[in-house]
Antibody, heavy 121, light 107 residues
Framework: QVQLVQSGAEVKKPGASVKVSCKAS????????MHWVRQAPGQGLEWMGR????????NYAQKFQGRVTMTRDTSISTAYMELSRLRSDDTAVYYC??????????????WGQGTLVTVSS | DIQMTQSPSTLSASVGDRVTITCRASQSISSWLAWYQQKPGKAPKLLIY???SLESGVPSRFSGSGSGTEFTLTISSLQPDDFATYYCQQYNSYSLTFGGGTKVEIK
């Protein structure tokens, strides 16, 4: 069965960076794009970007360009999302989500459990 | 980016009611629209893709329709498990965007 297991909650100071991991199992990791979506407390969903686990190619939402880096390690079927220069409004639950289709369709059928990142001085 | 606007933002309904949620896109997205259900503290769940295709395992009381810029999600007979927040999401453009969400509450 497909599973995405994310790393644990983080507390960071403003200006710091955070790196969240997402370990995939139950399917061919390199066959499906991985997306990252975040949700601030009490707010809606916000797409951050995608990574092609096969090639490592990435595409980021304009809002996060220059601050986000998505990478992967195919040897351990794990995707990473690093966000730098953190601000208080980056406090959110960060989700990894697998693309529904082999390749990239832009819809998400499996999600990680979420990682709460709190940015506070 | 394509803007997605959902209405209403909150909806109060009773078990057995027929419920309709609307999603409008700022430009045509053909049928490249998905709907998700999210319960408190949980990750979203895919319900509908390509505007009207039901994801495997999703009850048939959920249906989607529309194309271009106007879309609807309908729950034919609301069940206790359906009280949740629903989001639409467009995937017509390379940059994906979600609607603001519609919370379905118990009346």
């Amino acid at each position: 069965q497909v599973q995405l297991v994310q790393s644990g909650a983080e507390v960071k100071k403003p200006g710091a960076s955070v790196k969240v991991s997402c370990k995939a199992s139950g399917y061919t990791f390199t066959g499906y794009y991985m997306h990252w979506v975040r949700q601030a407390p009490g707010q809606g969903l916000e797409w951050m970007g995608r990574i092609n686990p096969n090639s490592g190619g990435t595409n980021y939402a304009q809002k996060f360009q220059g601050r986000v880096t998505m990478t992967r390690d195919t040897s351990i079927s794990t995707a990473y999302m690093e966000l730098s220069r953190l601000r208080s409004d980056d406090t959110a639950v960060y989700y990894c989500a697998r693309d529904r289709n082999y390749g990239d369709s832009g819809t998400f059928d499996y999600w990680g459990q979420g990682t709460l990142v709190t940015v506070s001085s | 980016d394509i803007q997605m606007t959902q209405s209403p933002s909150t909806l109060s309904a009773s078990v057995g009611d027929r419920v309709t949620i609307t999603c409008r896109a700022s430009q045509s997205i053909s049928s490249w629209l998905a709907w998700y259900q999210q319960k408190p503290g949980k990750a979203p769940k895919l319900l509908i893709y390509k505007a009207s295709s039901l994801e495997s395992g999703v009850p048939s009381r959920f249906s989607g329709s529309g194309s271009g810029t106007e879309f609807t999600l309908t729950i034919s007979s609301l069940q206790p498990d359906d009280f949740a927040t629903y989001y639409c999401q467009q995937y017509n453009s390379y940059s994906l965007t979600f609607g603001g969400g519609t919370k379905v509450e118990i009346k």
